[in-house]
């Protein structure tokens, strides 16, 4: 089972969320819906480190996956939604080996599950007005109807292929999405994200709710073989993980399996000669994309983008007839993509806010949800473009 909505919204309550790391008395850094690392062994810094709020909702369904585990795995009798959500939350604060360090019966009855809950307060402390009230709170929930709760991930976004965060970006320009300065086939073009072994790692997960549809070993990496490969279909997307490993060992699922969002699927091994988790995304099938691996035709999207927009609102293009995507098509610009629409210039490799924008428009673009106008363009005129909007900042 997975954690459903009602287990999600109690968490969220009783946790809180701090996007500023800090550190209480028990030796631990927490940042995001409690998260904590040990002090000495994590890279948090309290009163230092931040993160985005989509960093610490990735974080938090990154880490549910141990503790839906720690209540699959240990129990051998059957819970409606509510009840597995309660002893989640339960386990979260708790830690996953709660049951097994106190001798939990693996057949324990309802009556007994709440009556021992209860007894979790570290009384005599000052948490234990707070604990008491959280398991008072998970109690109800327990003993709740679970015909409102659905069960899965409690949302449809994304998350980040490993419990690490994206970084920002990637360890060297070279593994960056689109136009990058290392050669590859008949141009510059990279079709996906390398996360590198140094920052991620090791367990790979699934992006989101979906089906594997290949598996397998595609030649080894030392001869410029892909390695270790997993396909997931997420409609509309094909999502290839590759590169991870040479091993079919490292791999977790096989063809025709369901995952869902966040499920541990393969680990990036660094014995097997592997450095990085290459993840490529298109909405293509995967096996005819392949031949467009070096050309920046739209057959494969970045995916930092489509991860990124599924927890974000798409830009409103208000007048979508008047849009036009232009390229420059000669002089010291030669190449250069972007669109102008609403009053706005907005360019492919901008800084700051617009290029957020353009990355969005490109991905509705390439999906289908606008249609602006293409138009090819000279030098001089992109130079007029840039004259008459002083605020662009190229970033060239």
Request: proline share 3%; net charge negative.
């Amino acid at each position: 089972m997975k954690i459903g909505t009602n287990g999600i919204n109690l968490l969220k309550q009783v946790e809180g969320c701090s996007l500023t790391a800090y550190r209480l008395d028990d030796n631990k850094i927490t940042i995001g819906w409690g998260h904590a690392e040990q002090v000495g062994q994590t890279n948090l810094v309290a009163g230092v480190t931040t993160w985005t709020q989509a960093q610490a909702d990735n974080q938090l369904f990154a880490d549910l996956v141990d503790y839906e585990n720690a209540v699959n795995n240990y129990f051998t009798r059957s819970f409606n939604q509510n009840q597995f959500d309660a002893l989640v939350s339960f386990a979260y604060n708790l830690g996953g080996g709660v049951f097994a360090n106190y001798n939990w019966s693996k057949t324990a009855s309802d009556s007994w599950i709440t009556s021992e809950m209860i007894l979790y307060v570290n009384k005599g402390s000052a948490y234990e007005e707070g604990l008491t009230n959280r398991r008072k709170k998970e109690i109800a929930l327990y003993n709740s109807s679970s015909s409102n709760n659905t069960g899965g991930s409690g949302t449809s976004s994304w998350t980040w292929p490993f419990t690490t965060p994206y970084k920002g970006k990637a360890d060297i320009p070279e593994q960056q999405f689109g136009i990058t300065p290392w050669p590859r086939g008949r141009g510059y073009f990279h079709d996906g994200f390398d996360f590198g072994s140094t920052s991620y790692g090791p367990d790979i997960l699934a992006l989101s709710d979906g089906e594997v549809i290949y598996t397998g070993v595609m030649g080894s990496l030392a001869s410029g073989g892909l390695g270790s490969v997993i396909v997931l279909s997420i409609p509309p997307y094909q999502v290839m993980y590759q590169e991870f490993s040479n091993e079919m060992s490292d791999i977790f699922v096989s063809v025709g399996q369901k995952v869902t969002k966040g499920q541990r699927i393969g680990q990036l091994n660094g014995s097997t000669g592997a450095t990085h988790l290459h993840l490529g995304i298109t909405q293509k099938n995967w096996q005819t994309a392949l031949s467009s691996w070096d050309v920046d035709d739209g057959t494969w999207l970045n995916p930092i983008t489509v991860i990124q927009n599924s927890h974000e609102e798409q830009p409103q293009i208000e007048e979508e007839e008047d849009m036009i995507r232009f390229k420059v098509i000669e002089g010291a610009a030669k190449g250069t993509v972007g669109y102008i629409f609403n009053g706005r210039f907005v360019v492919g490799g901008a800084t700051g806010d617009d290029n957020g924008i353009y990355n969005k428009l490109a991905l509705m673009e390439s999906t289908g949800k606008i249609h602006p106008i293409h138009d090819d363009i000279s030098f001089g005129e992109y130079e007029a473009l840039c004259a008459k909007f002083p605020s662009f900042k190229n970033s060239k």
